[in-house]
């Protein structure tokens, strides 16, 4: 990303440079003209020469808002955000649990959608937060009356402002829910139909990362 930005700056820049040239290359044409016609034509051409310059200084100007907004069109049609605030969400439960301890569950392959196995501790607890993301909040009765669930989904998410908003409202969901292993949310990220959470649980020193495929896209 930081290589597309330098090169549009450079663009931006030959493209002002260009503009510059020509402007001073015709100028003498222009007087030429001017001097030989009427006051209206003078006065159009002289508009339209404000507008071509003022256009061009603006896009020298402002290339970075540009630069912004053409890096979020290539977001939207890759599907990849991210949020990472300021300050990570912190759990603020007085109960905690080391991930190992986590239960033990039936393994779930999300691809074929069969059990295979167990697993517990750390595994389990990944399975776990991927069920959890992917499963709409009160939709099936078994979960009704609890924070079991998502209010909304970020995989259907296309723009920056409302992913930002939606993944501060998951963080929320999952430290609420899962708050006595979870210390704190770094960050969430979309990368076209997986969502990365960044977290710190209790008893790991490393950060645990976990990638949530779109289940509910794998079905179709």
């Not at 051409?45 to 310059?53: A, K, Q």
């Not at 402002?62 to 890096?71: G, S, V």
């Amino acid at each position: 990303m930081k290589k597309i930005k330098q090169i549009l700056k450079i663009l931006i820049c030959l493209f002002v440079i260009t503009l510059v040239v020509i402007l001073l290359s015709l100028q003498p044409a222009v007087s030429f003209y001017l001097s030989n016609k009427s006051d209206n034509k003078a006065i159009i051409i002289g508009v339209i020469l404000v507008i071509f310059t003022t256009s061009s200084i603006t896009l020298f100007f402002d290339r970075k808002a540009i630069t912004e907004y053409i890096k979020e069109q290539m977001r939207k049609v890759k599907g990849n955000f991210i949020w990472r605030p300021s300050v990570p969400i912190k759990n603020n439960k007085t109960t905690i649990q080391l991930i190992k301890n986590y239960p033990r569950d039936y393994k779930m392959d999300f691809h074929n959608f069969n059990i295979n196995g167990t697993v517990e501790g750390v595994e389990a607890f990944k399975q776990a937060v991927i069920k959890f993301v992917n499963t709409p909040k009160n939709k099936y009765k078994i979960y009704e009356g609890t924070n079991y669930g998502t209010e909304h989904s970020l995989f259907t998410v296309n723009s920056s402002e409302e992913f930002t908003r939606q993944a501060n409202s998951l963080a929320e969901q999952i430290v609420n829910y899962y708050g006595e292993w979870i210390d704190k949310i770094y960050c969430i990220k979309k990368n076209g139909n997986c969502l990365i959470i960044e977290m710190k649980v209790y008893g790991m020193a490393e950060s645990l990362c976990i990638d949530i495929p779109n289940l509910g896209k794998s079905k179709e």
